[in-house]
Every structure is written in C-alpha cells, then in structure tokens.
Nanobody, 123 residues
Framework: VQLVESGGGLVQAGGSLRLSCAASGDTFTISSMGWYRQAPGKQRELVADITSGDGDTNYGDSVKGRFTISRDNAENTMYLQMNSLKPEDTAVYYC?????????????????WGQGTQVTVSS
C-alpha cells in the first residue's frame, strides 16, 4: 500500500485547510485509515480515523467539532477537513492505513504511512 498526502500549507488562525491522502496498491485489504500529526518535540498523536467497512469515525479530543474525516472508497482517497484552525494545530500531518489480519487467537496489524504534509497555523 502506498499513500500520498497533499493539501498542507500556511493558514491564519481561524482559517481552513483540506488534506487529501490517495492510496494505491492492495487497497482492498485496508481495515481503516487515519490522520496523525507530530509537532516538534512532541509524540505523534491521532487526529482522526475511519473504518473501511462501516465508516465509523474517531477523533482526538483536541480536534472534535473542528475537523472532519471522510473517505471516498471509489477513489481510494481520504480527506481531512480542518476548520477553525489554531496555532497549536501546527504539525506535520501523516496519513495512515492499517491492515488487520485475524488469526485463531490474535490480531496482527500492519501500518503504512505517507511522507507527511506540513500544516502551519499563524496567530
């Protein structure tokens, strides 16, 4: 699975950006996709994720109500609409695809990552 992000950039506080992640390869095996971010000096954190089947979504507490994750299965593309951006949203945003394989008594996950796209929010 290959992932390519786009849509990052510089925006003023209160503004909006839309990130895209195009997946290619064995996309039919993907269990879920998500967005993570990493700011300088901080650990990578979950922003939002979405399952492939039901489209169930999950958001990090800091972005709830401001960000929306969506997925176009026909185009194998995932989006992150980011509204009401804050300076603390500044980070490199990474696209993630997870493949879950189930065995008799355990599950093994394989994660794929994009190259990252910079989002900078000025105050």
């Amino acid at each position: 699975v290959q992932l390519v992000e786009s849509g990052g950039g510089l925006v003023q506080a209160g503004g909006s950006l839309r990130l895209s992640c195009a997946a290619s390869g064995d996309t039919f095996t993907i269990s879920s996709m998500g967005w993570y971010r990493q700011a300088p000096g901080k650990q990578r954190e979950l922003v939002a994720d979405i399952t492939s089947g039901d489209g169930d979504t999950n958001y990090g507490d800091s972005v709830k109500g401001r960000f929306t994750i969506s997925r176009d299965n026909a185009e194998n593309t995932m989006y992150l609409q980011m509204n009401s951006l804050k300076p603390e949203d500044t980070a490199v945003y990474y696209c993630n695809a997870r493949i879950a394989r189930y065995y008799s008594d355990y599950r093994a996950d394989t994660n794929y990552w994009g190259q990252g796209t910079q989002v900078t929010v000025s105050s």
